[in-house]
Structure formats: structure tokens, C-alpha cells
């Protein structure tokens, strides 16, 4: 079965730098892979995906992320954070049947950012 | 604008209840999904259903089921609420194909006192 890995379970940044958040997915062939975002008491909502071709992705609200097949690795960057970027960051790997199938999710990354 | 909707943002029930827990989709959806968030355990899946009347159970389906009477609404029951039931729920739908991504609903956290 499918498994995603979050390493980090809180991440603290200062506003204004640089963030990674590291997601390693166990599967037998090429996933379809997604990061989301819930902010405090919220429902989740789509970053980014990643279906096939190129293997960087934009985001919606400045991320990306890089698909390394020979790490299994989805992580997801930004280059500047903001204090509204404090949130919980979910990363999802779907298999490539019909859709029935729900995402896997990892447990997710709590992000904190400090003045 | 899509939408998920869930009946409820917050619900205190109490232990024995029959609990049920609506989600509402417009995007005209085959799949739907339950999940449960609880903290440092992300999001599990409880059931998910591809079409009207099938269900099919996720990884924590115990003390759940479910109902999708139709297209756009998907139920999930709490037969007999318990205190180890209390968490967030978080409804979902997807389109057909594997390279669509899951719409979610606001959530719905249920205290059971």
C-alpha cells in the first residue's frame, strides 16, 4: 500500500525567509502527488500537484514543489514566507485509477513563523 | 466557485447517540469520501463511495457507517456515539480520473461528551 512521510512535524521559520518542507512517498509507480494547506479551524485547500512532465510546480500563493523520482521526495519551497503562511501542511499521494480511491495523506507539517 | 458543504462546523453529541454528519457537493462528483483529522495523526479515511448507493470502507470504518442516497450527498452515521468518536471530520469529493485532486469541505468537529 501507499504511504506518505512528513519528517517534520512542526517547522518554525522568521518571516521573510526561506522555507522547505520535506515529503517522501512510498509507491510502486509514478504517484499523483498534491500538497495542501488548513489554516486554524479550516478545510483543507490545494496548493499544488503533480500529474507528470515538468517535475517543478507552481503553486497558488508563491510555493513550489519538486518531483525527484530517484528520492521519492515532493517537497515543497517558498522563497519568502509571509506570517499568513502559518499553517498546517498536509502532503497526498493518489494512485492513477478512477478517483474512487481516496488520497493517502501524511500526518502533516505545522508550520510556525516568528516576526 | 466549487463547493463542499458540511452541515455543521461544530456539534456536541452525547455518548450513545446517533450521530449523522452531512456533506453536500455542486460539482457533480462521482466520488465522495469521510475522512477524520486528529492531531498527529493527519487524515484517515473512514469511507468513501464512487457512486449513488455504494460505499466501500476506508482504513477506520469501526463505529461508522455511511449513506449516498444521491449524487451530490454523502452521510456519514455514528451508530452509537462515543467519547474516542470526538475529533474533526472533513468531507470530500473528487472527479473521476486519478490526476484530479480532492475538494474539501470546512469540516465538522464533533465533541461527544
Known amino acids: 500500500a501507499q504511504s506518505v512521510t512528513q519528517p517534520d512535524i512542526h517547522i518554525t521559520v522568521s518571516e521573510g525567509a526561506s522555507l522547505e518542507l520535506r515529503c517522501n512517498y512510498s509507491y510502486g509507480a509514478t504517484p499523483y502527488l498534491f500538497w495542501y494547506v488548513q489554516s486554524p479551524g479550516q478545510g483543507l485547500q490545494l496548493l499544488l500537484k503533480?500529474?507528470?512532465?515538468?517535475?517543478l510546480v507552481q503553486g497558488i500563493k508563491g510555493f513550489e514543489a519538486e518531483f525527484k523520482r530517484s528520492q521519492s521526495s515532493f517537497n515543497l519551497r517558498k522563497p519568502s514566507v509571509h506570517w499568513s503562511d502559518a499553517a498546517e501542511y498536509f502532503c497526498?499521494?493518489?494512485?492513477?485509477?478512477?478517483?474512487?480511491?481516496?488520497?493517502?495523506f501524511g500526518k502533516g507539517t505545522h508550520l510556525i513563523i516568528q516576526p | 466557485d466549487v463547493k463542499v458543504t458540511q452541515s455543521s462546523r461544530y456539534l456536541v453529541k452525547r455518548t450513545g447517540e446517533k450521530v449523522f454528519l452531512e456533506c453536500v457537493q455542486d460539482?457533480?462528483?462521482?466520488?465522495m469520501f469521510w475522512y477524520r483529522q486528529d492531531p498527529g495523526l493527519g487524515l484517515r479515511l473512514i469511507y468513501f463511495?464512487?457512486?449513488?448507493?455504494?460505499?466501500e470502507k476506508g482504513d477506520i470504518p469501526e463505529g461508522y457507517s455511511v449513506s449516498r442516497e444521491k449524487k451530490e450527498r454523502f452521510s456519514l452515521i455514528l451508530e452509537s456515539a462515543s467519547t474516542n468518536q470526538t475529533s474533526m471530520y472533513l468531507c470530500a469529493s473528487r472527479a473521476q480520473g486519478g490526476n484530479t485532486e480532492a475538494f474539501f469541505g470546512q469540516g465538522t468537529r464533533l465533541t461527544v461528551v
Open positions: 497526498a499521494v493518489g494512485l492513477g485509477g478512477g478517483g474512487a480511491d481516496g488520497l493517502t
Open positions: 460539482m457533480d462528483h462521482e466520488n
Open positions: 463511495s464512487y457512486d449513488v448507493k455504494m460505499k
Open positions: 503533480y500529474f507528470s512532465g515538468d517535475t
